[in-house]
């Protein structure tokens, strides 16, 4: 959820984090060994991996120079993986005129708990670092159309400050050229996801389909809310007990997938419901068959685990 203060008042100044890892280094060159350097991730050149040793060089001291967007994130975290690839494409698209710091924070447990020391407790979450300062941008994920937005505001609003030069003279539009106007119901969709409304969000998110049905985000936005909504209540240990001791029932098994699929395991989610199709028959397949239809929304239409999926979900059908 994009946050929409955006003034640097009142940010985190990284000096005495930079300090410390700088006299951290200092101890462990003395002692024969060197931090790694950060790895490219993916996403290529401006997309890096980052470490609790390499924070220091590849995000504090680059922001002197290029902002830098600090996506924390886990393998267990489902909206991670959602939220992940849309920053990578954001940052490829930008082509250096800001940098992408992916930090996995079970991998780099000091980053973790510093970000529990700014009062973050959950993920996904998105920081800028500009000049030195942390800003919380992100927390949690959004559909493509509200970050790009997000991150549009964030920048006019870091140059408004003076932290960033203007658009360089070929990037201004051409006179009497307007940027195109945001969807205002994508607006009342974010808002409510601020909020916590995820009702609201649901509706919102129906109308914009309503509209154009092809939009590719906003189904997506909507899976989300509506996978939140079903899972908000369950117990996940009780839920996933229950899917093991049942294997035929077929709503044990849904529940059981949505578990997963929030918790990131989504080879698994998807494997369950091709598995109850498999065993299944009349409405109960129907319903395991349509359930993961429609958990493939909440992946790009070209990630390898739907048509590995769809290979298992034609398989057990015929």
Known sequence: ?????????????????????RKQQERRAQGGGAPAPAAAAPGGPYVLDVTDETFNTEVVERSQSVPVLVDFWAEWCGPCKQLG????????????KWILAKVDIDANPQLGAYMQQMGVRGIPFVAAVVAGQ??????????EPQVR???????????KEGILPDAPEGEQPAPGAEAPAADPVYGEAEDALQRGDLDSAKVAFERILAADPRDGQARQGLAL????????????????????????DVQAQINASDV???????????????????????DDRDAARKHLLS?????????????????????ALF
């Open 295 to 315: 958990l493939f929304e909440l992946l790009p239409p070209d990630d390898p685990r739907i048509g590995k999926a769809r290979r298992g979900l034609q398989s």
């Open 225 to 248: 809310v509506e996978l939140s909504l079903r899972v908000r209540s369950l117990d996940a240990e009780r839920v996933l007990q229950e899917a093991a001791e049942k294997p035929g």
């Open 149 to 159: 937005q997000a991150i549009d505001q964030l920048f006019d609003a870091l140059r």
């Open 260 to 282: 997963e699929m929030v918790s990131g395991r989504i080879d698994e989610a998807f494997d369950r419901l091709v598995g109850a199709v498999r065993r299944g028959a009349g």
């Open 85 to 96: 690839p849309i920053l990578e494409k954001l940052a490829t698209e930008a082509a250096g």
């Open 1 to 21: 959820m994009p946050s929409r203060d955006f003034s640097l008042h009142g940010a985190i100044d990284l000096g005495a984090r930079q300090a410390a890892a």
């Open 134 to 143: 942390l800003l919380p941008f992100l927390n949690g994920a959004a559909p």
